[in-house]
C-alpha cells in the first residue's frame, strides 16, 4: 500500500468510527465479545461459568487490568464513561468534580461524588457456556470495602495456584442472585464464587493458541469505547451530546454558557452504583 492509500484509509476508517459507520456489528455480535452477570428477565437465581484467560503477553502478570470510568447519567441513560486522565489527557468529568469541591459547600460536596472516576477491573474470560464466542471481557467494580468479586477471587489464587493457568488452572462458577435496592431497583449480585477442579483450558491445541493469540484477539481497549473530549465536555456541563454530520463532531442541545457549577444537573442515584452490585453492561 502506497503512502497515500494508507493516509485515505485511516481517514475513511476514522470517518466511519466517528460517524455512521454501515459496517457496524450488529447488537447480537456486540454483545458476544463481553461477559456480564446479569440474570435474564423472569429468573431470580443463576449460575455462570467462565474461566480466567493469563495476561495476553506475560503469563506471570496479573490478568487484571485496572481502568477508571466514570458512570453517569446521559439523555436517561446511564453510561459508563472512559476517564482520559489515566492517559495523561484532559478529563472534562474531573474538572467539574474539583469544582464542586471547591465552593466550601455541603451540597456540591455530595453532587462531586457522582462525578468521581470509579475503578473498575477488566479481565479477559472464557464463558464455559457459550464457548462458541470466543473471548470475551468481563468488567467489574473495585469494592473499596474489600467485598467485592476480586476479593472473592483473590483467595482463590492464594489457596489455590495460579487459576488462570492454561494445563492446571481451575474454572470458576459464579453463583448469581436478584436482589432489590431500597428503591425497588432490582438488579444482580454474585453471592458466591467456587473454584472446579484443576483442567486444561481445552482439550483442543488449536483452539486454546486461537484464544490466547495476541495477533487476532482484541484487548479491552478495542472492546470498551472511549468517548472524545469534546463529548465529555458537554456531558460534564449537564447537556446532551448529538453527532452533527454537518459540523464532524459532538455538539450540545444547549449553547448557553455559564458558569460550569451552575449548568450542572445532579445526577439521578444509580440503584447500579453500590459496590456490591454487579449488573454491568458494556454501555
Partial sequence: MTHKNSVVAQYNKNKQAAGGNSQKMTQEERFKQYFTTVLPKGETTGKRTIRILPHPTNPGESPFVPVYFHEIQVDGKWMKLYDPKQEGDRSPLNEVHDALMETGLEADRETAYSYRARKFWVVKVIDRDKEEDGVKFWRFKNNAKQEGILDKIVPIYESKGVIDDINEGRDLTLTLNLTKSG?????????????????????????????????????WNDVYAKRSVDYLEIVASGEIPKWSTDKGGWVSTSTEEEDITKKIKVPVEDPQSNDDVDDDLPF
Fill in 183 to 219: 428503591n425497588g431497583k432490582e438488579y444482580t449480585t454474585i453471592t458466591s464464587i467456587i473454584q472446579d477442579d484443576k483442567s486444561v483450558l481445552h482439550s483442543d491445541p488449536e483452539k486454546v493458541k486461537e484464544w490466547l493469540d495476541v495477533n487476532s484477539t482484541k484487548t
